[in-house]
């Protein structure tokens, strides 16, 4: 695995190309819940893994206004609290897993939360964002619900994350140096999901018959329980700073928070764009999510 820690230039691009692109060794159609899929999906996260180390990000120097913008967003420390939860989880899933192959794959994913937040940490140290003190993360007592819900979660957040992202980008709200250097924290959640959407189509593939229902419900009650969460902080954006209900749904109205002029309509339709973007240089085999696509172009067929 390339070492990325000297930050060289063309080792940084080209651990960031590797993980933007991967294409499974083994030819032709893959059956879904096969063990040629479990193959191709765990052998995407383990492949695609950038060995960046936050120790040594290089966060740049921010002028007075840009630095003033980053500190007032309303979202850091239900981000860093959020990924210290969905490692927590995922990592207490992987514990129940026999199968070597998966449970190297779903371990990964546990490091790569932890990392984030490792990240996220350290910049909000750096630029001398005040945290609220974090709770004591308590590990799950169902860890398969734990790993659906951080997993539809991301689904459903990261969706609406790439397209705030791009927007920040795009009207220089961030500056490119920041952009550049939070980029690949962004794509990981892209890996993240798809392996996630594939494991739970394989998972329920390899589930006995009578088991299937059960599953299928399990699913729709995390779907209903993220979805509950979000209309009920959504009911309190009018929250003052530090107000964890309004963080926990600042993916889903940053652009306002933001002080970003850009319709509900434009914001969807980038984040379908970037949503696909970002998925795409992965085999096409691979599952993609469609509840969040769904949903959003079903909600702009009604838009004017």
């Known amino acids: ?34 063990a ?11 492949a695609t893994h950038n060995p960046y180390k936050p120790s040594v990000i290089r966060w740049p120097d921010l002028e007075p206004d840009a630095r003033d913008r ?17 490692k927590l989880r995922v990592q207490s899933y992987a514990d129940t897993i026999r199968d070597e192959l998966l449970n190297k794959a779903v371990t990964l994913d ?20 005040t945290l609220e003190p974090e709770p004591e993360y308590v590990r799950p007592r169902d860890p398969e619900w734990a790993f659906l819900r951080t997993g539809y979660s991301e689904c459903m957040d990261s969706f609406f994350a790439f397209g705030l992202f791009a927007l920040a980008e795009r009207s220089g ?87 970003i002029d850009a319709s509900a309509r434009d914001l969807f339709v980038l984040c379908l764009e970037e949503n696909d973007r970002r998925m795409a240089g992965y085999d096409p085999r691979l599952l993609r999510p469609k509840t969040m696509p769904r949903i959003m172009r079903l909600v702009l067929r ?3």
């Open 1 to 34: 695995m390339t070492d990325v820690t000297s930050l060289d230039p063309q080792l940084v691009a080209a651990a960031d190309h590797a993980m933007r692109h991967w294409t499974g060794s083994d030819p032709g159609a893959i059956r879904i819940g096969s």
């Open 173 to 259: 709200f961030f500056p490119r140096e920041l952009v550049d250097t939070f980029e690949p924290v962004i794509q990981e959640e892209a890996r993240h999901i798809i392996f996630f959407v594939n494991w739970v189509a394989w998972h329920r593939a390899n589930l006995p018959l009578w088991r299937r229902p059960w599953f299928d419900l399990k699913r729709l009650a995390v779907w209903a329980t993220i979805s509950f969460d979000r209309l009920q902080t959504a009911r309190d954006m009018g929250g003052g700073k530090g107000d964890t209900k309004k963080d926990e749904n600042f993916t889903a109205t940053g652009h306002k928070a933001m002080g």
């Open 302 to 304: 009604f838009m004017k």
């Open 70 to 86: 980053l500190v007032s967003l309303p979202i850091w420390d239900m981000a860093v609290q959020t990924e210290g939860r969905a």
């Open 36 to 46: 040629a899929h479990k193959r191709l999906f765990c052998d995407m996260l383990l």
């Open 110 to 129: 546990a490091w790569e939360e932890g990392r984030h937040k490792e990240v996220l940490s350290r910049l909000v140290a750096f630029y001398g964002i």
